[in-house]
Structures are given as structure tokens and as C-alpha cells.
């Protein structure tokens, strides 16, 4: 036992002292230290006993203090190894027998020749060894361990690793072999290599030997005669000078290359924008692994499957491919398959033209395409319809229709089929010239034309031409008026449609249309005898007609010649005209010339009456009269006229001399002083009034009124008005007449009218006024109060 303590001061000596803990009063040992040491050893002891250590610190008088503590001595040196065997190169596999109050064991490796070493604590037996180096001699002890220690080391044994495992690679080369190499190793006197299918079945396997000195001379080999696409595992060994067989090497799973495929087929594949090669072929034949088939071509493209096709993409028009493939599993491909040649489709057609020969037949006609065989060409129409043509020439005709466009295109085809679509070329036949064309003559200048849609037209033009002077008009629209002509002239009109892609048809027939005449010149009018004028102008038409025509509210009045002039007669009174001349033949009519103004006479009155209004004054008056503006109204007499100017319907006449016979007569004047002379019926002036009236008082209240005629012969009446009105006429002839039971006392008027012919009495004479007194019951005097016009 080894025991450590501390150091007391005063302590001159330390004593231990060891006793059985199953006897603690019988020592089994002990031993005296001086008083500078702190760790001394105490023995003889047995192995494996629980002893009780007493540690005691002394000096001169005696014991100063003392511990206890209790411990195990290590167990027993261990019997020994029973067996050392090599597990591999790097391992060992130690046996041993274990022994009485061992808890634990620690295996003591230590390589031979070599000072140091390396332990491993272990619980029981058998213990394996790792990480030791390969092909080395090692010495291999035992120590038995418990809580109070480890024992000595038992007897070694000696042992040595096995060669280390050799390091293969392998490859196939071919579809029959593998090739293995390895590392040389320098212990080793040869090596074995084994190969055998994965599934099971004949192996196949290599020794070598070595040099003298030890070095393998060969570190590959090449196994041959294996069957192609099977997987096969490979391991080996090296071996020693004395035929120790080393560690084996893992194994390694080896599949030979795969047989070489057998082409099938090849196609041709389409997809939108693209052309691949479809390859076909048998499979081969694999159990174990990946395995897929790579196709090549000589243009570029290759493609890989694990099925039994693959395409080729992309590749292109008139190509000559030279397929060949292999099949590739975890060894490498195969041996290549013999080139297959395949020519692709033709490349589509190129300067494609489309050409009119004749009116409505047309060519289509393309440059030749290598490889192809034959060609679909294909005409379609703007309106749907479609046209093909199979040729193995490089042109088609086909019939086009006025006003159509053509889309023409062509694909080449071969034994691998049709080319992609190529380019297209757009051909757009003349529009259709226009039909139902219809000429409007809308003035003498203006001609509007129309016509039905063309086919194809984008515009038209329409050219009005007559020899000396040509018009245009451009309209998109299936109409056209042409202004600014000429009249009285001869027009040929061409309507060509036009096509923004093809241009204008100018093969179109023309129309012929004549402008109306033109408007006659220097229009005058002439006064003629009565109700006629004469109308003039000048005649400036080849051919016409001319037509004169007085417009009034009251009608119209026309004339019509083919010289220069022409009547106009039965023209009403009072009417204001305008007066025009137009031209017409066949083509129309002219606009109408300037107008000249005509003015007939005004109207005589129809009626007119003349009314006496006082004795020397009459009142003229009339009805409407078309046309007059003023009137001039005279009264003709041998004893003198009257005369009145107004614009009314009516006038007064003064100096009439009364009872006098009058001529009537008027002059009616139109505003720009146009005169009718107008006779009427005489007028006769009406009686004179009474002079000199007085009155006489007669018996039985009885008044006779004296006067003094006016001369001519007239009849009288007498008119006495008051609260009471008395009359009488005298006999023709008298100047006097009586008035009876007239009442006195009041004032009255009296008035002596004399009468017309015809008996209607004249009230233009003037009243006087009368007081009549009374005496007694009789009439008294009577007074004169003066006179008074007549209400």
C-alpha cells in the first residue's frame, strides 16, 4: 500500500500501521517515517483485503494525533492470456481468464520493440483491440484492477495483425471483362482477386506471386469472359511469405457495359415551331442498375432515354443524318451501333411570285427545293374559298377573280415528309370595275354620280373630261359629284376603282353625260302694245330651248323660243313681275338668267263714287286697285273743274259748282310711276240751296215759308222742327209752302232742301232758327234768331 498524509507541526516521526479489517487488533504491517516525508509504502500485505490504515503523528512524549481510513489492495496478478487471435489488420481479439476481487481489467498493448504502450480498461473477457497498425507484432499483458488498485502485469503474449485488405478499383472496359487494380503492398507475398456475379454463379478468380523482396510485380488484371450488362462483386486478399492470409478487402459491385443496341426504326417527329428525329430500338437486356441509351447525330443533336425511343431535336430541313447509338449503364456505353443515314424533310420553297398572265389567270410559280419529290401549293381567296394544286413541277395556275386578294403558299414533301409552312405571297387582283352607274345631273355644273360597292376598291377615282379640260374626284365612298363644269358640254366620266395593294383599274368603260345649257345672257324686256312685252337675251347654247317666265303672286306668265326672244302677253293690270329666261334641252335646264323687274300698268278702280258733301264741296271715294300708289281724281265741267292727288282710297273736291253735270276721270299711279287712265260715269252736282226763306203768319195758326229758287227747276221740301215737327213740299214749280196748327210760343229751325231727280233730299243746306210768338191763342210775330249748319 502506498499512504500519504500531513504534515503535523511538532511531529518528529509518523507511524502506519495496517490491520485486517476483519481483525483490526492483530497488525499485519507497519512502518516508521521521520518527520520531513509525507508518503511511504507499507508491506508485506495479502492481495484483495480490506485492511484499516492508521496514520499516527508522534514526538518526543508520545502520540500527537492520529486518522483512520479503510482500503483494498489490489487483486491478484491475472493467470494470464489465454488467447491473442488478429481479427483484421488493425484489431487484435485477447482472451484471458479473470481472477478473485477484480473489478475491472486493463489490457496492456504495446507494440514489439517499442517502449511505449497503451491500456484499455475493460469489465470482462474476451476484449477486442482497435486502431492498431496493420502487419505489426504486438506484446499483450493483463493487470487485475479493484478500488485499491491495479495488479501487476501478467505474462505477455505475442501477436501480430494480418496484412491490411487490398484497395480495389475496378472498370469495364468492355461488355465481357472487368479490370481490377489495387495498391502494392510491401509485406505482402501475393494476392488473390475473386469475381463472381452478383446473383450468384461461376466465379471467376487470380493469384500472383511476389518478388524475394517482397513487392508484388503485377497490380492489375483484367477479367475476361463475363456475360455483358450483369452485375458482378469483387473482393480480394493479399498473403504473406508464410501464406498468412491478410484482411479482405470489401466487396465491390462491378457491372460489365452493356451489349450494343439494335436500331428499330427512325421518324419524323413535329410540334409547334419545331422537328425532331423519333429513334427507335430493341432494348438490351440488364438486371441490376441504371441503364439508359444515347442516340447521336453527325449535325449536333443527341438524345437519351431509358425506354425504347428517343427524338432528336432540333433538326432541320434537307439534312442527311448519320444515327448511330450506344447503351450506357454504371460501366460506360456500349459499343457504338453502324451509322444509320436519314435525309429529313425539304426546306420549304422559296421566291414564290404570283403573276397575271391574261385577265383573270394567274401563275404561282416557286424556285426548286433540294430533296423534295413533290409540291402542295395552296391558293386561298379574301372571301374563303381555297384552291390546292399537287405538281411535282414549281408552278400552278389558278383562275383570279377581279377585286380578291390571294394568299398563295407551297410545301415540298419527300419520304420524310412536308416541309415547314414557308413564306406566303400576298397577291391582290384589280378591284371589279363599278356597276349600276348612275349620273345625276344636280346643276348645270354639278354632276353627282354613284354606283354600287366594287369588289376589292379602296377608292375611287372619277375623271369628268371634254376635250379641253379634265376633273378628279378621289372618294372612298361609292359616290361622287363633280362641280365646277361647264355648261353645254359634252362629258365623258370614268369611274376607276382603286386598291391600295394593287392600284387602279383603268380598263373600266366609259359613261357620256351632257351638262344642261347655259344660263342665257343680257336678259331685257321691251314694252309692247296692251298687256304684251317682249322678252330678249342673248342665245349662247348650241341647242335649246329657251323659256321666258314673268313670276307675280298672282301667277306666272311664260314664253318659250329657240331664237332670242319671245312675247309675253295677257298680262294683268297692277302686277309686279320678276322676269327670268332659262335654257333646256335634253340634258337639263340652265340655271335661271338674272331676273329684270316688270311692272304693268296699276288697275282702275272698279268703283267709284262721287258724294255732294256741302254745296260747292264733293267727296270722291273708290275701291282698291291692284298696282296704283296715288290717285289724281278730276271733276270736268263747262263751268270749271276740280281736282284732288292722294294715296288714299278717297278725296275731297272743292269749287263744285251746284246743279252742274261733271265728267269723272282719274289717273292711278304705281309706285315707280306707272300710269292708268281711269273713266267713270258723270257726276251731277246736286240743287242749289234755297235763298231769301222768310215766314208768314196766316190765320188758323198757320205759317206759309217763302224761299227764292236756286234756278233749274227743282223740287223743294220744307222741314220746321221744334217740341213739334212740321213739313210740306210745294208743287214743282212753287217756291213756297204752308205749314198748319203751328204752335206759338217756341223757337224753331227751319230748313229748305231742295231735292234730286231722283227725290233724295239735299242735307248739306244750311237751318235757320225761328221764335214764333203767340197772341192771344193765335200766332204772334215772328222773329229771325239767325242760322246754324245742319248736324
Not at 135 to 147: C, D, E, M, P, R
Not at 159 to 174: K, N
Not at 402 to 419: I, K, M, R
Not at 742 to 767: H, I, M, R, S, W
Amino acid at each position: 500500500m502506498i499512504v500519504r498524509w500531513n504534515r503535523i507541526p511538532g511531529a518528529t516521526s509518523y507511524k502506519i500501521t495496517v490491520s485486517p479489517k476483519s481483525a483490526p487488533g492483530v497488525p499485519a504491517a507497519f512502518a516508521q517515517y521521520g518527520p520531513n516525508t509525507v508518503m511511504g509504502s507499507v508491506t508485506p500485505l495479502s492481495p484483495n483485503v480490506d485492511y484499516v490504515v492508521t496514520v499516527e503523528a508522534q514526538d518526543d512524549q508520545g502520540s500527537l494525533s492520529s486518522t483512520n481510513l479503510e482500503s483494498f489492495t489490489a487483486p491478484e496478478v491475472a493467470a494470464g492470456i489465454d488467447r491473442v487471435k488478429a481479427l483484421d489488420s488493425t484489431s487484435l481479439m485477447v482472451d484471458f481468464t479473470p481472477v478473485t476481487g477484480a473489478t475491472a481489467y486493463r489490457v496492456r498493448v504495446q507494440s514489439h520493440g517499442d517502449r511505449s504502450f497503451r491500456e484499455v480498461e475493460v469489465h470482462s473477457s474476451p476484449v477486442r483491440i482497435d486502431s492498431l497498425q496493420p502487419y505489426t507484432a504486438y506484446s499483450v499483458s493483463i493487470l487485475s484492477v479493484n478500488s485499491g488498485g491495479q495488479s501487476q502485469p501478467s505474462n505477455a503474449v505475442i501477436a501480430m495483425t494480418l496484412l491490411p485488405p487490398p484497395q480495389l478499383s475496378t472498370s469495364s472496359y468492355t461488355n465481357s471483362s472487368i479490370f481490377v487494380s489495387w495498391l502494392p503492398e510491401a509485406n505482402a507475398a501475393g494476392i488473390y482477386v475473386n469475381v463472381a456475379p452478383f446473383t450468384g454463379g461461376l466465379m471467376k478468380s487470380m493469384n500472383s506471386t511476389s518478388t524475394p523482396a517482397g513487392l508484388t510485380l503485377v497490380h492489375n488484371h483484367t477479367v475476361t469472359e463475363l456475360l455483358p450488362s450483369v452485375l458482378y462483386t469483387v473482393h480480394g486478399y493479399f498473403w504473406d511469405s508464410q501464406g498468412n492470409m491478410g484482411e479482405p478487402s470489401p466487396n465491390i459491385n462491378q457491372t460489365t457495359r452493356p451489349s450494343t443496341p439494335s436500331l428499330a426504326g427512325i421518324s419524323v417527329e413535329r410540334g409547334a415551331g419545331w422537328a425532331g428525329l423519333n429513334v427507335s430500338w430493341e432494348p438490351v437486356q440488364q438486371e441490376y442498375g441504371h441503364l439508359e441509351y444515347q442516340v447521336t447525330s453527325n449535325h449536333g443533336p443527341q438524345c437519351t432515354s431509358t425506354d425504347s425511343s428517343c427524338t432528336l431535336v432540333p433538326v432541320g430541313c434537307a439534312q442527311t443524318h448519320h444515327i448511330h447509338m450506344v447503351a450506357i449503364n454504371a460501366a460506360g456505353p456500349s459499343t457504338p451501333t453502324d451509322p444509320v443515314t436519314f435525309a429529313t424533310f425539304p426546306c420549304p420553297p422559296e421566291s414564290l411570285a404570283v403573276v397575271e398572265t391574261t385577265p383573270g389567270n394567274c401563275t404561282f410559280s416557286w424556285d426548286w427545293a433540294p430533296y423534295a419529290v413533290g409540291y402542295n401549293a395552296f391558293i386561298k381567296r379574301s372571301d374563303g374559298g381555297e384552291e390546292t394544286c399537287n405538281t411535282s413541277s414549281t408552278s400552278c395556275q389558278f383562275l383570279c377573280e377581279c377585286g380578291y386578294t390571294y394568299l398563295a403558299s407551297v410545301l415540298a414533301y419527300n419520304d420524310a415528309g412536308l416541309s415547314d409552312p414557308g413564306p406566303v405571297v400576298n397577291y391582290t387582283t384589280l378591284p371589279c370595275c363599278p356597276t349600276n352607274v348612275a349620273i345625276t345631273v344636280e346643276t348645270t355644273d354639278t354632276f353627282e354620280i354613284t354606283w354600287a360597292v366594287s369588289r376589292g376598291a379602296d377608292l375611287y377615282e372619277t375623271h369628268a373630261a371634254d376635250g379641253s379640260m379634265a376633273l378628279v374626284c378621289n372618294d372612298t365612298a361609292p359616290v361622287c359629284v363633280l362641280s365646277d363644269l361647264r355648261c353645254d358640254r359634252r362629258y365623258t366620266l370614268h369611274v376607276n376603282p382603286c386598291s391600295e395593294t394593287s392600284g387602279c383599274n383603268r380598263d373600266c368603260p366609259p359613261h357620256v353625260q351632257e351638262t344642261p345649257p347655259c344660263t342665257p345672257g343680257d336678259l331685257q324686256v321691251t314694252s309692247g302694245n296692251g298687256s304684251s312685252v317682249t322678252v330678249s337675251w342673248m342665245a349662247n347654247n348650241q341647242a335649246a330651248i329657251y323659256t321666258a317666265r314673268a313670276t307675280a303672286p298672282q301667277g306666272t306668265h311664260t314664253c318659250s323660243s329657240n331664237a332670242s326672244s319671245c312675247d309675253l302677253d295677257h298680262l294683268p293690270c297692277g302686277s309686279s313681275y320678276s322676269v327670268i329666261a332659262v335654257a333646256h334641252n335634253a340634258a337639263g335646264q340652265s340655271l335661271p338668267s338674272y331676273s329684270v323687274p316688270l311692272e304693268t300698268a296699276p288697275c282702275c278702280p272698279a268703283n267709284l263714287t262721287v258724294d255732294q258733301v256741302t254745296q260747292a264741296m264733293s267727296n270722291a271715294s273708290w275701291s282698291h286697285a291692284r298696282g296704283a300708289a296715288s290717285f289724281i281724281t278730276t271733276l270736268t265741267s263747262p263751268r270749271g273743274s276740280a281736282r284732288c292727288h292722294t294715296q288714299d282710297p278717297h278725296c275731297l273736291l272743292g269749287c263744285i259748282t251746284c246743279g252742274t253735270n261733271y265728267s269723272v276721270s282719274m289717273e292711278a299711279y304705281s309706285s315707280t310711276g306707272h300710269m292708268a287712265l281711269c273713266t267713270y260715269q258723270g257726276f251731277a252736282s246736286s240743287a242749289c240751296c234755297a235763298s231769301g226763306i222768310k215766314l208768314y203768319m196766316r190765320a188758323n195758326n198757320t205759317l206759309r215759308v217763302y224761299w227764292r229758287p236756286s234756278g233749274g227747276g227743282h223740287n223743294y221740301t220744307v222741314e220746321m222742327t221744334g217740341s213739334s215737327n212740321y213739313t210740306c213740299s210745294p208743287q214743282p214749280g212753287r217756291s213756297s209752302c204752308d205749314l198748319d196748327q203751328v204752335q206759338c210760343g217756341e223757337v224753331y229751325t227751319v230748313l229748305v232742301n231742295p231735292l234730286t231727280a231722283d227725290g233724295t233730299k239735299v242735307d248739306f243746306c244750311q237751318q235757320r232758327m225761328y221764335l214764333v210768338t203767340c197772341a192771344g191763342n193765335n200766332l204772334g210775330m215772328v222773329i229771325y234768331r239767325g242760322k246754324r249748319s245742319v248736324d
